[in-house]
Antibody
Framework: QLQLQESGSRLLRPSQTLSLTCAVS??????????WSWIRQPPGKGLEWIGY?????????????YYNPSLKSRVTMSEDRARNHFSLKLTSVTAADTAMYYC????????????WGQGTLVTVSS | EIVLTQSPGTLSLSPGERATLSCRAS???????VAWYQQKPGQGPRLLIY???NRATGIPDRFSGSGSGTDFTLTISRLDPEDFAVYFC??????????FGGGTKVEIK
């Protein structure tokens, strides 16, 4: 059974950098059939896709990472295949970045999210 | 950029009743790339339906998805007490990638 577990900074000051890691067990992030994503949800609100790292199989995109255009200037995602985890960095955070952050696996054919982490709440406050 | 609009915002029903949730896309989309999720308080979302009509593993058959083009529907044939939750639709496309609807809350009447 695939499991994803988020870890990282949970309380930040405005202008700091958010850093989260998603540890994956029960499957390899090197699989070409899936992509690995970050999705966030502000308290009481809906879901917002941040970006994903993808491998071969996607037809829409070029390059290895793809980010939500609204966040692209502040987001960097990376992966460590040896440790089977992937990471998110979001720079210059503000209170608007306060949210539950989920890491997730995205199906390579249809783009649905079939596995989610339990989520980690990140709060930005002065 | 595709925008997904879900309606109604809140659906008040009793256990045993039928729930019909709507997801409308701002332009025609390929149904292969439409999914539905359930989220309960304090939990992450759970995949219910993928490819607009296919139930995910372990999802009861009282959940069904339908639709094409711009209009998609999630139907819960007979509400079980555990079905009261928030439901999101989602589309996968080239820009921006994954798009979610605003959600429909199904609450006990």
């Amino acid at each position: 059974q695939l499991q994803l577990q988020e870890s990282g900074s949970r309380l930040l000051r405005p202008s700091q950098t958010l850093s989260l890691t998603c540890a994956v067990s029960g499957g390899s992030i090197s699989s070409g059939a899936y992509s690995w994503s970050w999705i966030r949800q502000p308290p009481g609100k809906g879901l917002e896709w941040i970006g994903y790292i993808y491998h071969s199989g996607y037809i829409y995109h070029s390059g290895n990472n793809y980010y939500n255009p609204s966040l692209k200037s502040r987001v960097t995602m990376s992966e460590d295949r040896a440790r089977n985890h992937f990471s998110l960095k979001l720079t210059s955070v503000t209170a608007a970045d306060t949210a539950m952050y989920y890491c997730a696996r995205v199906d390579g054919d249809g783009g649905w999210v079939d596995y989610w982490g339990q989520g980690t709440l990140v709060t930005v406050s002065s | 950029e595709i925008v997904l609009t879900q309606s109604p915002g809140t659906l008040s029903l009793s256990p045993g009743e039928r729930a019909t949730l709507s997801c409308r896309a701002s332009q025609s989309v390929t149904s292969t790339y439409v999914a539905w999720y359930q989220q309960k308080p304090g939990q992450g979302p759970r995949l219910l339906i993928y490819g607009a009509v296919n139930r995910a593993t372990g999802i009861p058959d009282r959940f069904s998805g339908s639709g094409s083009g711009t209009d998609f529907t999630l139907t819960i044939s007979r509400l079980d007490p555990e079905d009261f939750a928030v439901y999101f639709c989602q589309h996968f496309g080239s820009t921006p990638g994954l798009t979610f609807g605003g959600g429909t809350k199904v609450e006990i009447k």
